[in-house]
């Protein structure tokens, strides 16, 4: 169990959290929230003791292993290889040392003598710690790390400092997951991640059995993987038992209640006053007024966290450009020998709004600098159409920025029809309010840069927008607002995220590029998952009948493998046809097991003797626990008929499922 015991840290005058306390059990997945600001990476880096807290303490479990990817990329270690770095980060290669230190030691002593078997059980002792640590197995494990990160075989020999930063994060990722950590924290792992690598990663968390802790604005990544959400705000930590929608919705709830709470006990305040008011001066009623003056002197008044101000994102209007916006046409790029892509060929249309996708390195950004004129193809052609005023962001806008002016200087020597207070509240959406727009742009982070070149794009008259990863330094409300200025917007967007949810509610086209071809999907993100999965299960099983076909002779061994791939298909062809009954099968299998603890809960509750001296908190549990009882009552039998149904045609799928 991880330990926070009145901890409190600050900087100068600002205090981030002030006594705070928090008990992190093992096997938690607890996902860390909050306004940018509140201190969420500072308590990170403190939980692992980069940063030491100005009174309380943080107990960590002995003996425990600790994984931490900081948000702010780190240098690699120079002339060192790529699986070199891994096996040194995860303390492979120190262990082979001491492996090798204790063989040429054990050939210098006698077998007979007690130094002998002391040196031979050292050896037992790292030998049997290099095992568990997957020594043996290492580079195999690396090698499937590393490919579900997006690397590829020919960058395994590479030179750590040859990778760009989000390559380099991955590396971190990546030594992280091969050093057998006991607790992983995350801050921000999604940013650096496309699509499929941010699937993997997902899955390989979702089998890990230590302690997860995360700080992360994609909603989905959230969603998936929590199961108990932790908000930093207003110096205190606040715990979500549930997955990060759950905490919308409950915080909402939580809300609402506190308002009737403090309505409630400002209304008893009115009328005890009122009484003190009344009666103050009458001798028999002295000792009531005396009463109530202790007890609103005793009486902790509810607060409410104030409901922040309102602010809207919105582009200046565009001018109407032609119905046909972009022209590509056989295009191709190259850089030396490396072929990014060939003959790729699209037309973008007016109001469209369309997604950009496809894995690191597949040339994602290097199409958004060809179509805004930052680059020049190798051979193909790149056609804007009438009146089309474009505005293009990506990670390198800032370097645009004047180093010598302030964000406030900065945002108001932009040409834009905006007023200087609309100036100021664009600033306070991205999140630089009070004091920070005096800042000078030289003292920013990388992120506070890309925020302010994203807010100077918006000031644009534009109406075509090519956007190549605008979301990756904005919180979660910041990215909400963004998101309905982006759909309000009348113009033709190009969008290039690995935010799923974010995508999902904004664009109505995406483009894959894959293997240096384009792939066009007519709908939202989830369609497109949909039917990239589909595409690539088809062309799967077509090179498996072309690999068949190609196989004139079979021997026995070869034709019990078929039959076997066979049954395996059918089998998984059922499971297909009966999808949504084991979906329903699955989720009642879980209420099953939330109740049953539940139950467990309430029984432990009327065990404990001081709950036993409140009666009306007796009959309330008592009543709790007859209602979970009918509970599990009706899902065992919605469990039987959804097993009878499976059965009833499919018998083989229903033993699967039930087998033990």
């Known amino acids: 169990m991880i330990s926070l015991e009145n901890v409190s840290i600050g900087f100068q005058e600002r205090v981030l959290f002030d006594n705070l306390n928090w008990r992190i059990p093992r096997g938690s997945r607890i996902g860390l929230v909050g306004n940018n600001g509140t201190g969420k990476t500072t308590l990170f880096r403190s939980i692992v003791g980069l940063v030491l807290p100005d009174k309380g303490n943080i107990a960590l479990p002995r003996n425990q292993r600790i994984g931490y990817l900081p948000q702010d990329l780190i240098e ?56 568990h640590r997957g020594g043996y197995t290492f580079s195999t494990q690396a090698h499937k790390v590393l490919k579900g990160l997006g690397f590829r075989e020919k960058d395994f020999t590479r030179q750590c400092t040859e990778f760009s930063g989000g390559w380099k994060m991955r590396i971190i990722l990546a030594s992280i997951l091969l050093s057998s950590p ?58 979500y038992q549930g997955n990060f929608s759950y905490y919308l919705e409950e915080k909402d709830k939580r809300h609402e209640l506190l308002q009737k709470e403090a309505k409630n006990q400002q209304e008893k305040i009115a009328k005890t006053e009122t009484f003190i008011e009344r009666f103050r001066y009458k001798n028999t009623k002295a000792t009531q007024v005396q009463s109530r003056i202790k007890m609103l002197e005793k009486m902790q008044i509810v607060k409410i966290d104030k409901t922040p101000k309102k602010v809207a994102i919105y582009f200046p209007k565009c001018p109407r450009s032609g119905d046909q916006v972009v022209s590509v046409e056989n295009l191709a790029k190259e850089y030396e020998e490396i072929k ?62 004047n180093y010598n002016h302030s964000v406030l200087e900065e945002i108001s020597a932009e040409p ?78 190009l969008i290039v995220s690995h935010d799923r ?50 196989q004139p002779k079979q021997s026995a061994k070869t034709s019990d493998k078929l039959r076997k791939q066979k049954e395996a298909e059918e089998r998984n062809r059922i499971y297909r046809q009966n999808k949504d009954v084991l979906n329903r099968l699955k989720l009642a299998e879980e209420e099953i097991k939330l109740i049953e603890k539940n139950k467990v809960d309430i029984e432990n509750q009327l065990c404990d003797p001081i709950v036993l001296k409140d009666s009306k908190k007796v009959q309330n549990l008592m009543i709790d626990l007859k209602k979970y009882n009918q509970e599990l009552v009706n899902l065992n039998k919605t469990q039987k008929q959804l097993i009878l149904s499976l059965s009833k045609d499919n018998p083989l799928i229903c033993l699967l499922y039930t087998s033990p």
């Open 76 to 131: 690699l270690k120079s002339n060192i290889d790529l699986i070199s770095y891994l096996k040194e980060k995860s303390g492979i290669t120190k262990l082979e040392h001491s492996l090798k230190a204790c063989e040429e030691h054990l050939t210098s002593l006698s077998a007979e003598s007690k130094a002998y078997l002391a040196a031979f059980k050292k050896y037992e002792q790292i030998t049997n710690l290099f095992e």
């Open 340 to 401: 990014v892509f060939n003959g790729l060929t699209f037309t973008l249309h007016r109001g469209e709004r369309v997604a950009l996708v496809g894995v690191n390195g597949a040339g994602k950004s290097t199409l958004s600098r060809l179509i805004s004129k930052r680059e020049r193809p190798t051979s193909g052609t790149v056609h804007l159409g009438h009146k089309v005023n474009l505005a293009f962001f990506s990670q390198e806008s800032s370097d645009n920025l």
């Open 501 to 550: 949810f974010f995508l999902d509610n904004l664009i109505s086209r995406v483009i894959e590029i894959r293997d240096g071809r384009i792939y066009d999907y007519p709908g939202n993100y989830s369609y497109f998952i949909e039917k990239r999965n589909q595409l690539l299960a088809e062309t799967n099983e077509r090179n498996l009948y072309i690999k068949k076909t190609e």
């Open 416 to 493: 834009s029809s905006m007023t200087s207070g609309e100036r100021r509240n664009l600033l306070g959406a991205f999140l630089f309010s009070g004091d920070d727009v005096y800042k000078p742009i030289s003292v920013l982070s990388g992120g506070e840069k890309s925020r302010l070149s994203l807010a100077k794009i918006l000031m644009q008259e534009s109406n075509f927008l090519i956007l190549d990863e605008p979301t990756n330094h904005l919180d979660i409300i910041t990215k909400e607002l963004f998101q309905q200025a982006l759909l309000k917007y009348s113009g033709t967007i």
């Open 182 to 239: 006991d607790i992983i924290l995350l801050d921000e792992p999604t940013n650096h991640l496309d699509t499929e690598s941010l699937e993997w990663l997902e899955n390989w968390l979702l089998n890990f059995s230590g302690t997860i802790l995360v700080i992360s604005h994609d909603r989905y990544f959230m969603d998936k993987l929590m199961t108990q959400i932790a908000e930093l705000a207003h110096q205190r930590l606040t715990l």
